[in-house]
């Protein structure tokens, strides 16, 4: 079956420049985390989502970021007035976790933004 | 917040020689620890997991054992081969606020040297 499937695979954006990074998750899986990797860094934890509500976004880290699941599959994590700062690998992942069972993290291969 | 310490950070061993990695966590509420294998440029990949209740668990080369009371876990790959070669990430997991927190370590890169 698909796994989890990310666009775009990279983005170069001009500081200042709004991007759009798309997740389709697993089919049925209920919960989709959104991380930030940094070079040599382990996943850093930005938002997460039970279907469409986004339960936790404590990871975000600037008001620039923002992040939605409206029909409770695909989602988008939009970046405005991107920074220099802001260039690394984003990740999403999913699973079927629910309530408070914890499952494996299903991850996509990631977009990888480069901000000039 | 949960705190997930990692190390080394690097490591080289000779093939068919061990490795282990070693990961201590903060919040004894973490009750699941999985570990993912990434390769370069390539996605995490899940390769074993254990949950609270359990103190080791082996699969084929790799195990990995926790202790609850000291809060750290490890991996160990024995025999290892050239396609072991890769960045592993431990991470810890807890049940929070109805829903799952991974919170992961900052990644040991091993060499396999043939």
């Known amino acids: 079956g698909a796994g989890v499937s990310q666009s775009p695979r990279y983005k170069v954006a001009k500081r200042g420049q709004d991007v759009a990074l798309r997740c389709d998750p697993i089919?049925?899986?209920?919960?989709l985390f959104w991380y930030q990797q940094a070079l040599g860094q382990g996943p850093e934890f930005l938002t997460y989502f039970q279907n469409e509500a986004q339960l936790d976004k404590s990871g975000l880290p600037s008001d620039r970021f923002f992040a939605e699941r409206p029909e409770g599959s695909v989602s988008t994590l939009k970046i405005q007035r991107t920074q220099q700062e802001d260039s690394a690998v984003y990740l999403c992942a999913s699973s079927s976790t629910q309530g408070f069972y914890n499952s494996p993290l299903h991850f996509g291969n990631g977009t990888r933004l480069t901000v000039t | 917040g949960e705190n997930v310490e990692q190390h080394p950070s690097t490591l080289s061993v000779q093939e068919g020689d061990s490795a282990v990695i070693k990961c201590t966590y903060s919040d004894s509420a973490s009750n699941y620890f999985p570990w993912y294998k990434q390769e370069l440029g390539k996605r995490p990949q899940l390769i074993i997991d254990?949950?609270?209740?359990?103190g080791e668990k082996k699969d084929q080369r790799i195990a990995v054992t926790l202790n609850k009371t000291a809060k750290h876990f490890s991996l160990h790959i024995t025999e290892t081969q050239p396609e072991d070669s890769a960045v592993y990430f431990c991470?810890?997991?807890?049940?929070?606020?109805?829903?799952?927190?991974?919170?992961f370590g900052t990644g040991t890169k091993l060499q396999v040297i043939p």
């Open positions: 991470a810890a997991s807890m049940s929070s606020g109805g829903y799952q927190k991974v919170t």
């Open positions: 254990i949950r609270s209740n359990v």
């Open positions: 089919s049925g899986h209920v919960s």
